[in-house]
Structures are given as structure tokens and as C-alpha cells.
């Protein structure tokens, strides 16, 4: 129940009904709800669980990461002073280069390519050489 409370504050109106009886498909409409809920809030299709994740708990890491994924959008939010739980939500950071600098980045050898700074092999084996045998009739 909480869970829609926090999709709809920061979402308004993102879960719409929320049904109050026991029975099996009403719990599993309100998880249906609860999942459009956070894709309307902006979690992507990835960060959420399937309805039979949670229901007939066949993939329960799935959910956890959901939760933590709400969780790391609600704090991205302005007006959110709750508990933290999870992962800052990261921000964008934009670089713009000069076409000075990108002509010169052309010339420059990475390591990766060209040199091993000295680096060898040598050494690389330790402990018995594996045993091969070899039975034939």
C-alpha cells in the first residue's frame, strides 16, 4: 500500500485505483497497477518485475531491484525528504570538446594499442603442468 502512496506523490495520479479486496485477481491488479504506476514515474521497462515475480515469488531479485529503483528516483526528486535507500540517482555530465581537441586526440597511441609499458608473460605459469593421458587400445 505504501508503495502506491510514494508512486502517486511524486507521480500524481500514476496508480489510480487501489482494490481493497482479498481476492486473487484484485491483489494482482493492484501489482498490475502498481507496476504502470512506476513506468509512469519513470522507471524503465528493465527496472521493474513482472506480475508472477512477486505474486508466485519465481524471481524475487527482480522485485528487490524495482524497489531500489523507486527508491533512487524518489530521492532524485526536489521535495523528497524520506529515508535513503539505495544509489544516488546519477546526472548527466556533458562534455564539449574543441575541434583543437578532438584533432588532437587523432594522434595520441592509447596503451591498448602499441605498447605493453614492458609487461611480458614471463612467470605466467605456476604449480604442476596439467596431466594428459592418454589410453589407447
Known amino acids: ?20 479486496s482479498s481476492a486473487v485477481f484484485k491483489q494482482r491488479a493492484n501489482l498490475e497497477s502498481f507496476i504502470q504506476g512506476c513506468k509512469t514515474f519513470g522507471l524503465k521497462d ?13 524471481n524475487l531479485p527482480q522485485f528487490t531491484q524495482c524497489i531500489i529503483a ?7 526528486q526536489p521535495d523528497y525528504n524520506g ?3 539505495g544509489p544516488k540517482q546519477s546526472e548527466g555530465n556533458v562534455r564539449e570538446f574543441t575541434q ?10 592509447g ?7 614492458g609487461a611480458s608473460q614471463a612467470g ?3 604449480g604442476r603442468p596439467r596431466q594428459v593421458h592418454q589410453d589407447f587400445k
Open 46 to 58: 528493465q527496472e521493474v518485475f513482472q506480475v508472477n515475480d512477486l505474486f508466485e515469488t519465481k
Open 124 to 126: 605466467g605459469d605456476f
Open 70 to 76: 523507486l527508491a533512487r528516483y524518489a530521492q532524485s
Open 100 to 109: 583543437d581537441q578532438l584533432d588532437a586526440g587523432k594522434h595520441m597511441i
Open 83 to 85: 529515508p535513503i535507500l
Open 1 to 20: 500500500m505504501s508503495g502506491f502512496i510514494l508512486v502517486n506523490k511524486f507521480c500524481e495520479g500514476a496508480v489510480r485505483k487501489i482494490e481493497t
Open 111 to 117: 596503451l591498448q594499442m602499441g605498447s605493453n609499458k
